[in-house]
Nanobody
Framework: QVQLVESGGGLVQPGGSLRLSCAASGGAVSFFAMGWYRQAPGKQRELVAIITSNDITDYGDSVKGRFTISRDNARNTMYLQMNDMKPEDKAVYFC???????????WGQGNQVTVSS
């Protein structure tokens, strides 16, 4: 069964950088699109960035110019490079992947990102 394992979260100072990873484990599957979402306490989950199998990307307005999403299709692994981080980036970040064949979405468990001085 497909599982998404996230890593790379933690504490960073404003202006600093973090890199998140999301690796799919179990089964031979392909993903049409993968992306990152985030949710702060008491807030609705929002899109951070998405990337398709042919490397088309899109970003939420609040992270454009600061975050970069990428993927390694051979390893079914996705990355989010977060630069110039701001306090409002503090949230739980969730990995999401859409299977090419079934269009089913899979979610990671989430990992905390904290931006504080």
């Amino acid at each position: 069964q497909v599982q998404l394992v996230e890593s790379g979260g933690g504490l960073v100072q404003p202006g600093g950088s973090l890199r998140l990873s999301c690796a799919a484990s179990g089964g031979a599957v392909s993903f049409f699109a993968m992306g990152w979402y985030r949710q702060a306490p008491g807030k609705q989950r929002e899109l951070v960035a998405i990337i398709t199998s042919n490397d088309i990307t899109d970003y939420g307005d609040s992270v454009k110019g600061r975050f970069t999403i990428s993927r390694d299709n051979a390893r079914n692994t996705m990355y989010l490079q977060m630069n110039d981080m701001k306090p409002e980036d503090k949230a739980v970040y969730f990995c999401n992947a859409e299977q090419t064949r079934t269009r089913r979405h899979h979610w990671g468990q989430g990992n905390q990102v904290t931006v504080s001085s």
